[in-house]
């Protein structure tokens, strides 16, 4: 099972830090899991999200 680090931890797996990305046996990468330690890692890396478009101003016009 692929796992991502949430925090720096250390055990059988090794020392790793948040953001870190590793391979554990699914026994092992469920009890990471349950105790928030870990999250299932997919291949895809996170598509970061664009921010919204800001509102256009209407441009006032001059009077002649």
């Known amino acids: ?5 949430l925090a720096s ?4 797996m090794g020392r790793r830090t948040a953001g ?3 391979v554990v046996d699914a ?3 469920d009890e990471l899991i349950a105790r928030r330690v870990v999250e ?3 291949d895809e890396p996170a598509v970061a999200e664009e921010p ?3 509102p256009v ?7 002649e």
């Open 1 to 5: 099972m692929k796992v991502r680090a």
């Open 9 to 12: 931890i250390s055990g059988p």
């Open 20 to 22: 870190d990305v590793f």
């Open 27 to 29: 026994q092992l990468g």
């Open 40 to 42: 299932a890692a997919t």
């Open 52 to 54: 919204a478009p800001k």
């Open 57 to 63: 101003k209407a441009k006032a016009t001059a009077k």
